[in-house]
């Protein structure tokens, strides 16, 4: 028996893990109590990173579809066609014909993270997408608009907060997110053993909000009024304290003109929240020793997603709790992902079809069935993805379904045949998980606490097998560009750059990680803008205040779909690991019993849910935790055709109801607060 330490890459968390073998087999998964960040914290997912090792369904070698269906090839063989494929489109067609899409677990990998530029450098197309459109654009266009940078993202700093407002998470089920913070649950109650308050505004009651001080129902969409009224506040009651933050801000003045007609009691009926409830609850944030206000998917992926992030940074900047103790902090990541950037624009260019903006090198992924089905100049004719399962994450997700299908090449770098990539001509199947080196690029740059950690390989890759960052460079190298470079290299030497000045050695030495201590502040020198100031108004946000003017003058009516997560489910890829699944379905519809009364349904009853884009039909579950007129639906299910998935596991993909029209003015998709009917199926 050995044991054997590493990082839980599943999730934002990065939880440490010690880890039992016999040989390469794997006994036991627990928290490293030795692990100075997470302490022992772990979750039920981290047990199915043993599962994955031995899983009949993982695929092992390349595969091509067929006339007869798939068949296994060599990886030559593979990459000869693809390299040939790709590169016979990009001649013909050029550089844009050809798409990339790289999806969620590509943060949680870092050979994927650190090679895929090379990949796309010398493929040359600009047709790039990625899970960031629907996720955290609006928060990364903020912070590009007001801090010079979209990679510069503070984050709550919970170990020392007296207050945290919690708009549109649930990080009990997600454990967290855009704040790498194992154990979220300890912190909630610490800070409130402390004296502190933990307040969450949420169209459902969920697990967060019934461990918090106090659960604000809202209606979905409306949080951007909530916090124009919160700020209105602000200004009216003479509680703007911005302390060190008054000498490098410009723009007080047009955030306060901009919230001048948004009174809490102009906002109540619309966000379902009364006028003296949101006075006091600015009153507390603004009063309490230190605050932090935090939004999350529930804020990003709504129609109004970056007026709500640039309102939430600007409730902590206008507080003064923005670069300070107990409020928002800058993470100081021992391999800094920040790189300078100069002057940063936002919308450079355009998509081909319906000109949505571009954001840091990429277009949003709401785009991209049109872009595929559109016939011109840089249609989109091969696709090459990784990380993603868009079919089943991305909104009218049976419309990308077709433009997939109408491809001339698609290639898939993926473990598993997948809604998604089912619909590739080769899929490559990656040595993943367990069989990693892994330094986590991503979250160590977004931890609470300043940290590091490089988890090895726990048991070797299978002798044929190829990492991600060996396939994605081979690739590279085909289609022009560098060899490939082991990221361990990479990782070395941004380490002995960095401000620590570390090494891998040194990680190496330290298995369950570093502690480098609390977060510090980092203003005004860490701003970007090349002036050196935090722009508290960007015109982009003020541009959108017209349609929030017009938003508010209609009427509440009929129901409202939105997502969910649950601590057991991961997003789309996950669902047939029976450990986790159990017999018990996860994908339901909650509705309030009053909801379920008028419709004359009992729990189970299937019920019929329609939008614009189409229909599912889904098993209600009645809860007094959820809103009235809200309906929740958890996302990444919809795996009718996998026989590797349980049937009670199967579900239904919640967005083929969400609209690919809906968007943020980032781009993002508003996959949150799709208008829908409901009958009884
Ligand atoms: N177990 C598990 N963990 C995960 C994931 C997973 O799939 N499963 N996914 C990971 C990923 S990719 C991410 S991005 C993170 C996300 O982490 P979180 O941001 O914590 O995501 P959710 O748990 O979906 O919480 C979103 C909350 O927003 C609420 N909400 C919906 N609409 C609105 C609205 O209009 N206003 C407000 N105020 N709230 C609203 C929902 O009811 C829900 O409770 O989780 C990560 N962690
Ligand atoms: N309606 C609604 N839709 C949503 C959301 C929501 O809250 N509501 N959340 C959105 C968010 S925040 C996100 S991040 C996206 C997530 O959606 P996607 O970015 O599409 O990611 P996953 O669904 O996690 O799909 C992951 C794929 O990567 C593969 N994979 C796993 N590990 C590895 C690896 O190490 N290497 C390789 N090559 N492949 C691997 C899996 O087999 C799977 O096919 O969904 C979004 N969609
Ligand atoms: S919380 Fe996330 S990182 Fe921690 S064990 Fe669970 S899946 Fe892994
Ligand atoms: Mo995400």
Redesign the pocket.
Same mark, same amino acid.
């Given at each position: 028996m050995t044991t054997k330490y590493r990082a839980c890459n599943l999730c934002e968390a990065i939880c440490g893990l010690e880890i039992e073998l016999e040989g390469d087999k794997v006994i036991s998964i627990r928290g490293d109590a030795a692990d100075p960040f997470s302490k022992g914290h772990i979750c039920p997912k981290a047990t199915a990173l043993g599962d994955m090792y031995t899983d009949p369904n993982r695929l092992r070698t390349p595969i091509q579809r067929t006339a007869t269906g798939w068949e296994s090839i060599s990886w030559q063989t593979a990459f000869d066609e693809v390299a040939s494929k790709l590169s016979t489109i990009k001649a013909r067609d050029g550089a844009n014909a050809i798409a990339f899409f790289i999806?969620?677990?590509?943060v949680?990998?870092s050979g994927?993270l650190l090679s895929m530029p090379s990949l796309m450098r010398a493929v040359g197309s600009s047709n790039r997408y990625s899970?960031t459109s629907?996720?955290?654009l609006p928060q990364q266009v903020m912070s590009g608009l007001m801090l010079g940078n979209p990679n510069l993202l503070p984050v709550p700093d919970l170990s020392r907060t007296k207050y945290w407002l919690i708009l549109g998470a649930n990080p009990l089920a997600s454990n967290g997110s855009l704040m790498t913070a194992p154990g979220v649950k300890d912190h909630l109650k610490n800070i409130q053993t402390r004296g502190g308050k933990v307040v969450v505004i949420d169209p459902r009651r969920t697990e967060t909000a019934k461990v918090a001080t106090e659960h604000v129902f809202i209606r979905p969409s409306t949080d951007a009024f909530l916090l124009l009224a919160m700020i209105h506040v602000l200004f009216a009651e003479n509680l703007v304290k911005m302390g060190k933050l008054e000498h490098f801000t410009d723009g007080l003045e047009e955030i306060r003109t901009a919230v001048k007609h948004f009174t809490p009691e102009r906002v109540a009926k619309k966000t379902g929240i009364a006028s003296e409830d949101i006075k006091r609850i600015t009153r507390e944030f603004s009063s309490a020793e230190s605050a932090v206000a935090y939004g999350r $998917?529930g804020l990003s992926?709504q129609k109004f997603g970056a007026v709500c992030q640039w309102l939430v940074y600007a409730l902590n900047m206008l507080t003064g709790n923005f670069d300070r103790a107990g409020g928002m902090m800058l993470p100081s990541p021992a391999f800094e992902t920040v790189r300078s950037k100069g002057d940063w624009l936002f919308g450079r260019s355009h998509t081909r079809v319906r000109g949505l903006p571009e954001t840091n090198g990429e277009f949003p992924v709401a785009a991209l069935a049109e872009e595929i089905l559109t016939e011109g100049q840089d249609q989109v004719r091969a696709f090459v993805i990784?990380?993603?399962?868009?079919v #089943?994450?991305?909104?009218n997700g049976t419309k990308l379904e077709t433009a997939l299908e109408s491809l001339e090449f698609m290639v898939a770098?993926?473990?598993?045949i997948?809604e998604?990539?089912r619909h590739a001509h080769i899929i490559l199947p990656?040595a993943?998980?367990l069989e990693?080196n892994h330094y986590d690029v991503t979250f160590l740059s977004l931890a609470v606490q300043n940290y590091a950690k490089y988890s090895q390989a726990t048991i070797p890759k299978a002798e044929n097998a190829m990492y991600?960052w060996e396939i994605i460079g081979e690739l590279a190298q085909r289609m022009g560009g560098d060899a490939p470079r082991d990221p361990a290299e990479i990782i070395d030497a941004g380490l002995k750059r960095g401000r620590y000045q570390l090494s891998l050695e040194q990680l190496k030495a330290n298995p369950h990680g570093i502690d480098l201590g609390a977060l510090t502040e980092q203003f005004p020198e860490r701003i970007q803008n090349p002036e050196k100031r935090i722009r508290l108004a960007p015109s982009l946000v003020l541009s959108d205040l017209e349609r929030l003017e017009n938003d508010l003058e209609t009427k509440n009516e009929g129901y409202i779909l939105i997502?969910r997560?649950e601590l057991r489910s991961?997003?789309?890829?996950m669902h047939h690991v029976n450990r986790l699944n159990r017999d018990q379905p996860r994908c339901t519809a909650i509705l309030h019993p009053e909801d379920a009364k008028t419709l004359g349904a009992t729990n189970g009853t299937n019920l019929r849910i329609s939008s614009r884009v189409g229909s599912v039909t889904i098993p209600l579950e009645i809860s007094a935790d959820m809103a009235r007129g809200v309906i929740s639906i958890p996302?990444?299910y919809g795996h009718a055709t996998r026989n590797d998935v349980a049937n009670h596991a199967k579900g239904v993909s $919640?967005?083929d109801l969400?609209d690919e029209l809906e968007l943020d003015i980032s781009g993002n998709a508003a #996959?949150?607060g799709t208008r829908v009917t409901i009958a009884l199926a």
């Open positions: 999806g969620n677990p590509a949680h990998n994927t899970a629907v996720d955290q $998917i992926i990784t990380c993603g399962n868009p #089943l994450s991305t909104p770098i993926d473990p598993y997948t998604t990539t990656p993943m998980g990693t991600d997502g997560r991961n997003n789309s890829w996302h990444g $919640i967005n969400t #996959l949150n």
